[in-house]
């Protein structure tokens, strides 16, 4: 159902137990495009009917499928980034056009699994090339990205090559969140690889409506003291009411213990967080706007 680690990224090296005080929450918005943005737009709505938190957009600015408004689209993320949400680059197309895989775990990665890895095979220097074109669509606008997210989690050997190239702040594959600068103090400890396998639902067919809030919950608890927990939406899950009702329950439960971050923003923490000379981040818990005793529209615990 989701993808394993690409062989190019870095293994975990941060084990401990997290300190609660500064436990992050990321909720991400995939696949944003003006085919795509009247979903993204209700996705982030129905986020915050639950508490008022700073998102990540994933943007990809020339998405395979044509249609919807991108004047509209474009104005909407200026709107989100005033707001101090954060725009991130999530490849060029969001479509695998490279050559047919040919080994068997490579073959069900790029179909079984997903068709849209757009970086899954590519080469360094077309990785590279798609990078800087998403990089000069978000400059002609005069947007700042800190992020990059490879469509689909999938990055091949050639994409982590050509993304040591430039200068963003992170990336993340299906189960790391993998911070790319560093330590810019002598002493201070470059910011490690964080073992943190995303909250995703599988919309697209019935089993994986039935088993990803299950396996959502169970990979809450699994990181329930970790630094962070990762929640990523998708437009189709716009579709499906129980879904969306998971989501608000998961985010209203992780707002309890968390600060929502984007993923900028805890990229930076844990830059700083490394260096000695430098404070601990304060943390402070986003209000629910929900009631306590507000809870129709929540998801049963039990599935």
């Avoid at 709505?45 to 044509?66: F, G, K, N, Q, S």
């Avoid at 079984?112 to 590279?128: C, D, I, N, P, V």
């Avoid at 697209?204 to 990523?232: F, I, K």
Wanted: hydrophobic share 45%; glycine share 6%; aromatic share 8%.
């Amino acid at each position: 159902m989701f993808p394993t680690e690409s062989a190019g990224a870095e293994r975990d090296t941060a084990h401990a137990a997290v300190d609660t005080r500064a436990a992050a929450l990321c909720v991400s918005i995939h696949d944003v495009a003006p085919a795509t943005w009247d979903a993204c737009a209700r996705l982030a709505e129905a986020v915050r009917e639950v508490a008022d938190i700073p998102l990540t957009w994933l943007v990809v600015p020339h998405y395979h499928r044509p249609g919807g408004d991108a004047v509209r689209m474009e104005a909407g993320l200026a709107q989100a980034l005033a707001r101090g949400d954060e725009l991130a680059l999530h490849g060029f197309t969001h479509l695998d056009t490279a050559p047919r895989a040919t080994r068997l775990a490579e073959r069900f990665l790029r179909g079984s699994y997903s068709r849209e890895g757009e970086f899954a095979a590519l080469s360094a220097a077309e990785a590279a090339r798609r990078i800087q074109c998403g990089l000069d669509w978000f400059a002609a606008r005069g947007w700042p990205v800190r992020g990059f997210v490879p469509p689909a989690w999938l990055m091949g050997e050639g994409a982590w090559q050509a993304l040591r190239g430039f200068d963003f702040d992170y990336t993340t594959s299906f189960r790391h969140f993998h911070p790319l600068r560093r330590a810019a103090h002598a002493g201070a400890q470059d910011p490690a690889t964080l073992f943190s396998p995303s909250l995703v639902y599988a919309a697209r067919n019935r089993s994986g409506r039935l088993a990803s809030p299950v396996l959502a919950d169970l990979l809450a608890l699994v990181l329930a003291r970790r630094p962070l927990v990762r929640l990523s939406l998708h437009p189709p899950d716009l579709r499906y009411p129980r879904l969306l009702r998971h989501a608000q329950a998961t985010v209203e439960r992780m707002l309890a213990q968390r600060t929502a971050l984007t993923k900028a923003a805890f990229a930076q923490r844990l830059l700083t967080s490394t260096d000695p000379s430098s404070p601990r981040p304060a943390s402070s818990v986003h209000p629910s706007r929900r009631s306590r005793s507000d809870q129709s529209g929540a998801v049963p615990r039990a599935y």
